[in-house]
């Protein structure tokens, strides 16, 4: 049945209601031109890693890793079993480590020699006279990655010393580095199919001074060919994020290729990922905002160590923002969590128009996406059918204990997230160019469909024609921005969501807005806009649970609540046309099973000892920001 609601500021929405799954005709979401709909993964790590092997990936490499994301069946590189995903994707990035990229793994399988001296020199560098292959077949891998991580420190005094808490270069790194690089980017080009499949080369920059994870993905649409003439920037070449956008201009320029560097985990910056003072401990200035605003146009705004979208703490008011929250930081003594506005997307952005009010550009403006961060070589974010963080947690023997350090277990790590792009073709341009313009969204799992769009004259008949609307005089999709309006003009904005056909049902669409008050004081309000059922908005803009049909004791859930489909024309009620704003979707499914009560069952438990036995997974779109 299709039911007509109208909340303040709504034009119009039509709900589409249904106790029965039927699986609407592609028309039903129509695409804007010639653009299609992409899903893939940004953030994926595999043996090459040092952190990966020594936790139980010593068999799942890229090939492994491309061979999974394109739907064909693999062997775990922990328990040994076929494992396979359930929806193949479009597109992956293999993003190891750049510090010591493929170095552990040349250790123990080049076997070792005491009288070779290069050889001494690297391992007392890496375990302190430990043997690499002792500490791994003797099963204390994972605590020889302990010893690893950083020491608590302050992050701006821990960068300072960087060099010197990292130790000097290995003898024969650089050589083992090279090589690994090569047959990375090799590999890429084997599983590359332009229209098809595409594989992107890529690796993470990984400083973490002080506990502070500073850690940015860095992709590009270069080939093979053109991955041969650079070595990935490496932490232990600089903890600065200028160094890297520093050496990212240098090397697109000398190259021709082009890059962007994703930074994620940003809850467990410290306050360092999106502060107003740099690492070095400065105040922002024009030269910076630049700089950031060119090479990093998105961020990872969920994966497996948690959601970084906000924070109870920050966003009081809003019901739904105690959502993965991942308390740990990666260093090798647990210590309190403590929460600050620099470490979380929604608060940055925030924080972003103030700076702009100051300097005239924005550092923070930059879209959303998803990526897992598995270090199984395995991108596995379906709830039902996740392997863990690492190789050796994929088991709910061993899920249910300590994954990394002394922190988090692998019931506690996150089944998430996906990266969704619009782009004119599946090829390494095309998705890197929509990285660019920040015509991507993000999603926790489930393939939700969504299009967003803003403009100043759009009507409740654009959302039957979206790629008419789009197409319209001072329109813009997710990720672009909005001039002031000569007539003074409220903007609204055009949303659309289709459920995962493998998925739940859709709960509801917010919109999620930020705005300088006259004070210059930046503000937040979480808008229902759209939603399943004949609920209604109460008297304080609140609206009701869409309930609960998760059986806690077989971990199955029905559809017979929520909406295939949800698509609104919403405009504004509380605009200012002087105020700078921020506006972005946040979808929200019905709830479902979490991979954690999934485990305790098969185990024999009532419920995890750890990480909730529900979860309401969602989508996150890029922003769309008014500029007064």
Partial sequence: MDLMKVSEGVVVVRILVTAVFVLLPVQAMPAEDSKQLLWGDTHLHTSYSFDAFLNGNMTGDPDVAYRYAKGQPVIHPYHRARVQIGTPLDFLVVSDHAEFLGGIRDIYYQGIQDEDPSMIERLLYWYNERRIRGVIDGGEGPDFFRDLLPVSEDPRTAAATWRESVGQPIPGADVSVRNAWKRIAEIADVHNQPGEFTALIGWEWSAVPGGANLHRVVVTDADSRQASGFVPFASTMSPYPED?????????????????????????????????????????????????????????????????????????????????????????????????????????????????????????????????????????????????????????????????????????MSASGLAAVWAQTNTRSDIVAALKRREVYATTGPRIRV??????????????????????????????????????????????????????????????????????????????????????????????SVGDTVDRSSATYTNDIGSIQLEIAWTDPEFTAEAAAFY?????????????????????????????????????????????
Avoid at 258 to 285: C, Q, W, Y
Avoid at 359 to 377: E, K, Q, V, Y
Avoid at 495 to 515: C, E, F, H, T, Y
Avoid at 595 to 602: E, G, Q
């Fill in 244 to 412: 890297l956008w520093a050496w990212l201009d240098q090397t697109a320029s000398a190259s021709g290729v082009a890059f962007v560097a994703i930074p994620h985990n940003s809850n467990l910056s410290k306050g360092m990922m999106f502060d107003d003072a740099t690492l070095r401990g400065e105040s922002l200035d024009r030269e910076y905002a630049e700089a950031r605003r060119r090479w990093e146009t998105v961020v990872e705004i969920t994966q497996i160590k948690g959601d970084s979208e906000t924070h109870p703490e920050l966003s009081p008011d809003d019901e739904f923002a105690d959502f993965e929250t991942f308390p740990y930081y990666l260093q090798q003594f647990a210590e309190p969590y403590r929460v600050h506005p620099a470490d979380y997307v929604r608060s940055a952005l925030k924080t972003g128009l103030v700076i702009e009010s100051k300097l005239g550009i924005n550092p923070f403006r930059f879209g959303f996406i998803g990526s897992t961060d598995s270090h199984t070589a395995l991108s596995s974010a379906e709830e039902p059918n996740f392997w863990g963080k690492m190789a050796r947690d994929s088991i709910p023997d061993n899920k249910r204990s300590k994954a990394i350090a002394d922190g988090p277990t692998g019931w506690s």
């Fill in 451 to 544: 299009r967003l769009f803003g403009g100043w004259e759009f009507t409740p008949e654009d959302l039957a024609d979206l790629s008419k609307a789009a197409g319209a005089e001072k329109a813009v999709p997710m990720g672009g921005e909005l001039n002031r309006n000569d007539a003074g003009l409220a903007p609204t904005f055009l949303v659309m969501a289709m459920k995962d056909p493998k998925s739940a049902n859709l709960d509801r669409i917010q919109i999620v807005k930020g705005w300088l008050d006259s004070a210059g004081v930046a503000q937040e309000k979480v808008f229902d806009v759209a939603w399943s059922g004949d609920r209604e908005l109460d008297a304080s803009g609140n609206l009701e």
């Fill in 584 to 628: 972005y979707v946040r979808v929200l499914e019905i709830p479902t099973p979490r991979h954690a009560l999934m485990d305790a069952i098969a185990l024999g438990l009532e419920a995890p000892s750890e990480g909730p036995s529900v979860i309401q997974e969602r989508a996150y779109t890029s922003p769309i920001w008014y500029v007064p």
